[in-house]
């Protein structure tokens, strides 16, 4: 038996809804921005009172156990980047593409990662504590730290850019292509989202297919696909194409660009 979303969403809402300390679920990534397709795995996130995290997560695993074995699991060792507890399973009675990651979140924690111009308008399967209630982007707050992430990104990329060039002139392909890639193509990725989608410009390569122009993504995959022959050229016209992006970039111009749901700067 092959395991669908919709049998494993259903037991675990059927379980979890009625305990007092669960206040909310919700699905999170594709589904919050209406891309569920084949391929999409299953993001949960789930808000609890502070001290059932543990518990709720062992609730949450033996209930997936009940449904099939587990082939594969990862829980993020504490203190986790985003302060909020977080596994990935995968049943071995499903897709092979239908990972399920679930983060448990405090009902204290400030950040439930529910703003919707980055987060999207997440599909809530329950809230009893409206803590879907959440403030939108703000255009003030964007603008502030836009201004303080440009030059640090104009410093960086200008100070390792030699790092690709020095090991061009080596010829150490490998370390080449790898500098080229995260010091190159990664500041342009950013520097692009920051001028055709704001609001992700910190989420690099992912989304880009849906959210950059298809003359952008085309020009990025002929930088992205290289090889010894070619990577002194595209790195020379990554280069460029950094520094025409670059001078557009205004953090105040930015903020205009928000969506229009985003909460305006105070005067």
Not at 55 to 63: Q, V
Request: charged share 20%; hydrophobic share 45%.
């Amino acid at each position: 038996m092959t395991l669908t979303r919709e049998t494993i969403l259903k037991t675990l809402v059927d379980d979890l809804q009625p305990r007092p300390e669960v206040l909310a679920m919700w699905e999170a990534g594709a589904a919050a921005f209406g891309r569920v397709d084949a391929w999409s795995d299953i993001d949960l996130q789930l808000v609890v009172e502070d001290d059932q995290v543990e518990a709720i997560l062992a609730r949450l695993e033996a209930l997936l156990r009940q449904l099939s074995p587990i082939r594969i699991q990862y829980t993020l060792p504490q203190p986790t980047w985003h302060g909020h507890a977080q596994t990935f399973i995968l049943l071995a009675d499903t897709s092979p593409f239908l990972m399920l990651d679930l983060c448990v979140i405090k009902h204290s924690s400030p950040d439930k990662f529910l703003t919707p111009e980055i987060h999207g308008q997440a599909k809530f399967l329950f809230d009893k504590a409206g803590i879907s209630n959440v403030p939108h982007l703000d255009r003030g707050q964007f603008q502030e730290e836009t201004a303080r992430r440009l030059p640090t990104l104009r410093l960086m990329f200008d100070l390792f850019q030699i790092l690709t060039l020095k090991e061009i002139h080596r010829q150490n392909w490998l370390e080449a292509l790898a500098f080229y890639q995260g010091y190159t193509l990664r500041p342009l990725v950013e520097a692009l989202s920051y001028l055709y989608r704001p609001a992700h410009h910190h989420f690099h390569t992912r989304y880009v297919y849906y959210e950059l122009p298809p003359q952008v993504i085309a020009r990025l995959e002929s930088l992205y696909f290289v090889d010894k022959t070619t990577l002194a050229e595209r790195h020379k016209e990554a280069v460029a194409w950094f520094n025409e992006v670059f001078a557009q970039l205004d953090p105040q111009a930015l903020a205009a660009r928000l969506p229009k749901s985003a909460v305006p700067p105070q005067e």
